[in-house]
């Protein structure tokens, strides 16, 4: 018989499953971006279910903080992962990666090609669009 | 100065540093890093005397114990990654803040690093979290502080705001959270099974059931993922070559090391019932096809970043032969020829990280056809770039030679024919394209006009590929350190 706890758990599964599938097959950053808060989610769904079976009924607390913690993880990862897609975004105009070509160089890209290629030394200095180097941090 | 103070020194230093940096202007964050990392190379070495005389410590913080509280558990292991994390680390910090400084006279041609400011509070805020990782007691704060790990690691690649620099962050940060997600459900099921997540009770506590299994398989993976074990290293050639050459050098150096250190852990401490002969084999042959696989891309490359950061994936598959090598006899020799092999192969890949990114400022270009006749210009940093792919090769006397040897030593005691040659044959792959890199300098034909660089950026490299050499030679103190807490000879569940 299925108790409430472990449907929860269950449910955490699935989820888990449908996020993974969702980073690894949207093409869009945005929508990888939210799945993997659903994979992390569901991870934490698991871990209060977790919680609730203990033998005398009270939850048990420290799962609770680990979600807690995790949230906290979570968010700091969502916000970086979203502040890079806006500057990769500002620079490219696209929402998604650039073709994962065969990311060596044996293939010579013309500079300023929108492929792949190697940060060169020489460009160290970044130009805003306007021409001035930006200092915000 | 007891070693629970060292090893809270060693966190809360970095930690408070990165908080004041801050708010600095970059030369005084600068500064204080550098002094940070001073004291922190001071915190670790005195570390190492007290771990061998009173073996491993464990340490419940502030008096509050597990669970909720958060206990550190200081052994040889950690130790040995506390050095390699302090030495690197203080020399990454003297590279850098010639790096990013502008040139006193701007007509020579030194241009100023936008964002420059920000790389010094990561900076620490990376090397606070490494230092935590190496000596956390519970696997839950193995988790957050690994996340802080590359987190940082994330903001530093991406420093430079260039789209190809945030493509390949984008695409480690993917693979990390994933790699994190799987390690966290893998706690989940283990805290599900055991209730609790400190690995020293749960390696005494685990027994082979269906979700311990499950969860052994899950960290692993998960780990390997953010190891950059083949065929997951997708993301680390990018990543490793579009980040300024400092943060490659911290990267392929330590933060690697980092989730090696956590398999380790979970291997040899916590799951020792649990493995089986056929998961350590097909790591090892995954670490196999990883020296090949590497070795034979960054033959490959026109781009020497891009050079050394395959044979960043190359040489991690050697770290994964222990997981088959470490059983029965030659878990010693195994245990002890990893972590030197991982110890030398720090300072030599930041060696050559480092030297390329001189090598690079000055002709401005990491081509390899740009470099011709380059030694003729620059004699010390191409030295220091040969000198490090000794060690990289594993040619005596360095310290990649002894991890080589110790492992083959392994691997022929143990019968595996398979993994000596392939270990042998990664030797001579390694040696053809450090090779030809470094012959292609002294083609006297073609002398590249060269930009000045700072004196630094030339002789910190040097000084890094002489310690992975000087390691060759003074190997004693490292093994003697290994033996505290090393892991018990492990018995590989037979099949049959």
Same mark, same amino acid.
């Given at each position: 018989m299925l108790t409430h706890g472990d449907l929860f758990a269950l449910c955490g599964a699935v989820l888990f499953g449908i996020g993974l599938f969702g980073i690894l097959a949207c093409r869009h950053l945005v929508r990888k971006v939210i799945a993997l808060n659903l994979t992390s989610t569901s991870v934490f769904l698991i871990m209060i279910a977790l919680s609730i079976r203990t033998p005398d009924g009270s939850p048990d607390f420290v799962p609770h903080a680990m979600v807690l913690t995790g949230i906290v993880v979570s968010l700091s990862a969502t916000a970086l992962a979203l502040s890079l897609i806006r500057r990769l975004h500002r620079e490219t105009g696209q929402w998604e990666l650039p073709d994962v070509l065969p990311f060596d160089s044996t293939r010579r890209t013309p500079a300023g090609a929108a492929g792949y290629s190697v940060v060169d030394e020489e460009s160290r200095v970044q130009r805003s669009a306007d021409g001035e180097a930006t200092d915000d941090r | 100065m007891t070693a629970e103070h060292a090893a809270i020194g060693l966190i809360v230093v970095p930690m408070a540093s990165a908080i004041v940096a801050l708010i600095l202007r970059e030369r005084q964050a600068a500064a204080l890093t550098v002094a940070a990392g001073g004291v922190q190379a001071w915190l670790s070495s005195s570390l190492a005397p007290l771990i061998l005389e009173q073996g491993a410590v464990r340490y419940a913080v502030a008096g509050w114990g597990a669970p909720l509280g958060i206990d550190l558990h200081i052994d040889g292991l950690s130790t040995v990654m506390l050095i390699v994390t302090s030495v690197v680390g203080v020399v990454v910090t003297l590279y850098a803040a010639a790096y990013f400084a502008p040139g006193s006279d701007p007509a020579a041609g030194r241009k100023p690093v936008a964002? /420059?400011? /920000?790389?010094w509070p990561l900076w620490l805020f990376l090397w606070g979290a490494l230092n935590a990782l190496f000596v956390s007691g519970d696997l839950f704060n193995l988790y957050v502080t690994l996340e802080l790990v590359t987190l940082a690691g994330l903001a530093l690649i991406g420093l430079r705001r260039q789209t190809a620099a945030l493509a390949a962050a984008l695409r480690y940060l993917f693979a990390a959270m994933v790699g994190s997600m799987l390690y966290l459900l893998g706690i989940v099921l283990l805290y599900g099974s055991? /209730?609790?997540?400190?690995w020293e009770l749960l390696g005494q506590s685990v027994r082979g059931e269906a979700a311990t299994i499950c969860a052994a398989a899950l960290m692993v993976v998960g780990l390997a993922l953010k190891t950059a074990l083949f065929p997951l290293h997708f993301w680390l050639p990018p990543a490793h070559a579009n980040a300024p050459s400092p943060v490659s050098a911290v990267l392929s150096g330590l933060v690697i090391k980092g989730s090696f250190f956590l398999i380790l852990r979970l291997w040899f401490y916590v799951f020792p019932q649990v493995v089986t002969i056929g998961a350590g084999n097909l790591l090892a042959m995954l670490g196999a096809a990883a020296i090949v696989w590497g070795s034979l891309q960054a033959l490959r490359q026109r781009r020497l970043k891009l050079m050394v950061a395959y044979s960043t994936v190359a040489q991690v598959g050697y770290l994964f032969l222990v997981f088959v090598l470490a059983a029965g006899e030659t878990t010693t020799l195994a245990w002890r020829g990893t972590i030197c092999f991982a110890f030398a192969h720090a300072f030599a890949k930041g060696a050559a990280f480092l030297s390329v990114g001189a090598l690079s400022e000055a002709v401005g270009s990491d081509e390899l056809d740009r470099w011709r006749g380059l030694a003729h210009r620059e004699p010390v940093a191409v030295f220091a770039f040969g000198l490090a792919g000794v060690s990289l090769m594993g040619l005596p006397p360095s310290g990649g030679f002894i991890g080589k040897w110790l492992l083959l030593e392994a691997a022929l005691q143990h019968g595996q024919w398979g993994l000596a040659l392939v270990i042998l044959l990664g030797g001579v792959l390694t040696s053809i394209y450090v090779f030809r890199a470094v012959t292609a300098t002294f083609d006297s034909d073609a002398v590249p006009h060269v930009r000045p660089v700072p004196e630094i950026m030339r002789w910190i490299p040097l000084a890094l590929a002489f310690c992975a050499t000087l390691l060759g030679v003074a190997t004693g103190w490292l093994l003697q350190l290994l033996d505290v807490g090393a892991p018990l000879p492990v018995v590989l569940d037979d099949p049959s």
């Amino acid at each position: 018989m299925l108790t409430h706890g472990d449907l929860f758990a269950l449910c955490g599964a699935v989820l888990f499953g449908i996020g993974l599938f969702g980073i690894l097959a949207c093409r869009h950053l945005v929508r990888k971006v939210i799945a993997l808060n659903l994979t992390s989610t569901s991870v934490f769904l698991i871990m209060i279910a977790l919680s609730i079976r203990t033998p005398d009924g009270s939850p048990d607390f420290v799962p609770h903080a680990m979600v807690l913690t995790g949230i906290v993880v979570s968010l700091s990862a969502t916000a970086l992962a979203l502040s890079l897609i806006r500057r990769l975004h500002r620079e490219t105009g696209q929402w998604e990666l650039p073709d994962v070509l065969p990311f060596d160089s044996t293939r010579r890209t013309p500079a300023g090609a929108a492929g792949y290629s190697v940060v060169d030394e020489e460009s160290r200095v970044q130009r805003s669009a306007d021409g001035e180097a930006t200092d915000d941090r | 100065m007891t070693a629970e103070h060292a090893a809270i020194g060693l966190i809360v230093v970095p930690m408070a540093s990165a908080i004041v940096a801050l708010i600095l202007r970059e030369r005084q964050a600068a500064a204080l890093t550098v002094a940070a990392g001073g004291v922190q190379a001071w915190l670790s070495s005195s570390l190492a005397p007290l771990i061998l005389e009173q073996g491993a410590v464990r340490y419940a913080v502030a008096g509050w114990g597990a669970p909720l509280g958060i206990d550190l558990h200081i052994d040889g292991l950690s130790t040995v990654m506390l050095i390699v994390t302090s030495v690197v680390g203080v020399v990454v910090t003297l590279y850098a803040a010639a790096y990013f400084a502008p040139g006193s006279d701007p007509a020579a041609g030194r241009k100023p690093v936008a964002q /420059a400011g /920000a790389f010094w509070p990561l900076w620490l805020f990376l090397w606070g979290a490494l230092n935590a990782l190496f000596v956390s007691g519970d696997l839950f704060n193995l988790y957050v502080t690994l996340e802080l790990v590359t987190l940082a690691g994330l903001a530093l690649i991406g420093l430079r705001r260039q789209t190809a620099a945030l493509a390949a962050a984008l695409r480690y940060l993917f693979a990390a959270m994933v790699g994190s997600m799987l390690y966290l459900l893998g706690i989940v099921l283990l805290y599900g099974s055991y /209730a609790t997540v400190d690995w020293e009770l749960l390696g005494q506590s685990v027994r082979g059931e269906a979700a311990t299994i499950c969860a052994a398989a899950l960290m692993v993976v998960g780990l390997a993922l953010k190891t950059a074990l083949f065929p997951l290293h997708f993301w680390l050639p990018p990543a490793h070559a579009n980040a300024p050459s400092p943060v490659s050098a911290v990267l392929s150096g330590l933060v690697i090391k980092g989730s090696f250190f956590l398999i380790l852990r979970l291997w040899f401490y916590v799951f020792p019932q649990v493995v089986t002969i056929g998961a350590g084999n097909l790591l090892a042959m995954l670490g196999a096809a990883a020296i090949v696989w590497g070795s034979l891309q960054a033959l490959r490359q026109r781009r020497l970043k891009l050079m050394v950061a395959y044979s960043t994936v190359a040489q991690v598959g050697y770290l994964f032969l222990v997981f088959v090598l470490a059983a029965g006899e030659t878990t010693t020799l195994a245990w002890r020829g990893t972590i030197c092999f991982a110890f030398a192969h720090a300072f030599a890949k930041g060696a050559a990280f480092l030297s390329v990114g001189a090598l690079s400022e000055a002709v401005g270009s990491d081509e390899l056809d740009r470099w011709r006749g380059l030694a003729h210009r620059e004699p010390v940093a191409v030295f220091a770039f040969g000198l490090a792919g000794v060690s990289l090769m594993g040619l005596p006397p360095s310290g990649g030679f002894i991890g080589k040897w110790l492992l083959l030593e392994a691997a022929l005691q143990h019968g595996q024919w398979g993994l000596a040659l392939v270990i042998l044959l990664g030797g001579v792959l390694t040696s053809i394209y450090v090779f030809r890199a470094v012959t292609a300098t002294f083609d006297s034909d073609a002398v590249p006009h060269v930009r000045p660089v700072p004196e630094i950026m030339r002789w910190i490299p040097l000084a890094l590929a002489f310690c992975a050499t000087l390691l060759g030679v003074a190997t004693g103190w490292l093994l003697q350190l290994l033996d505290v807490g090393a892991p018990l000879p492990v018995v590989l569940d037979d099949p049959s």
